[in-house]
């Protein structure tokens, strides 16, 4: 048998390992394209992207091309600007909840402290006074009644209504005066406020059935049902009440351009003993009691 030459076995050994490294290369020319391919769609994606934050970039600056930065910094501090300032509200003690918090309240709770008190979120009840103010001051006087049943809140609420006119209800509040037409005390608001929907549910029960319009002072352990506005406050503190009518009407009256002699805060939060403001009242306050 002829003895094959080293040339033959060499080109015999190439032609036999051809396949697999074709293979080999064909498969890695593949995957560098791939990636490649991948490489160029990322870089498009990416200058695509570019391109459309820096549009964005363009049509923003054109949207607030002209406003100035005092107007924006103006804009800020009515914001920030409160009816009161901050610790007019933390000394009356308004933030103060109870230790329940009902599912109603949470949303109106800033945080607990130590010894499980709930605190509200002073900003929230500044707001909310405020959108109060703006509803009760669409009523006449005749239109309103203010309902507080709660002792704490009765020298605040009679001062309350000697300077707006709103009738207020201490002590008792006559039930089904809104819903009885036979009753001699038959009368009928467009819009009630109630202290405490539990110690007032009276007042609450009979503005509810005839449709009326309802503000609600709620602490953290009332619920907020049938209210059209809530205010989150302590509805149990003689100083508390006293700032949130006092907040009331002065609001009432400047919107309303009544004019009256409005008495200084601490006419409504302070007792009769530290305040000289009481004295200017010359009779006794449009109230209804039993």
Request: charged residues 35%; proline residues 4%.
């Amino acid at each position: 048998m002829p003895r094959k030459k080293k040339s033959d076995l060499e080109s015999s050994e190439v032609v036999s390992e051809t396949p697999e490294k074709v293979k080999k290369i064909s498969k890695k020319k593949t995957e560098e394209a791939l990636e490649d391919t991948d490489l160029k769609k990322r870089t498009s994606d990416r200058s695509v992207l570019i391109k459309e934050l820096k549009e964005k970039a363009k049509k923003l600056q054109a949207s607030i091309e002209g406003i100035g930065t005092e107007d924006i910094k103006e804009e800020l501090e009515k914001k920030r600007e409160l009816l009161v300032p901050l610790e007019d509200y933390v000394k009356t003690g308004i933030h103060l909840g109870t230790r329940v918090i009902t599912p109603d309240m949470r949303p109106f709770v800033y945080r607990r402290r130590a010894d499980s008190i709930g605190v509200l979120n002073t900003s929230l009840i500044d707001e909310q006074i405020k959108k109060a103010v703006d509803l009760v001051s669409k009523y006449d006087p005749e239109s309103i009644i203010l309902a507080c049943k709660r002792e704490a809140g009765w020298k605040s609420a009679s001062l309350f209504s000697e300077i707006t006119g709103i009738k207020v209800f201490t002590k008792k509040y006559p039930a089904g005066m809104m819903t009885n037409t036979a009753l001699e005390t038959f009368y009928e608001p467009e819009l009630v406020i109630v202290s405490d929907p539990w110690i007032d549910k009276n007042a609450l029960n009979d503005a509810t059935l005839t449709n009326k319009k309802k503000i609600i002072l709620c602490d953290t352990n009332n619920f907020t049902a049938h209210a059209d506005l809530v205010i989150p406050c302590n509805n149990k503190g003689s100083k508390s009440l006293g700032l949130i009518f006092y907040l009331l009407a002065k609001g009432y009256i400047e919107k309303r351009k009544i004019n009256v002699k409005m008495p200084s805060m601490s006419a409504f939060v302070e007792d009769e003993s530290d305040s000289q403001d009481i004295q200017y009242i010359q009779e006794a306050p449009k109230e209804i009691s039993a």
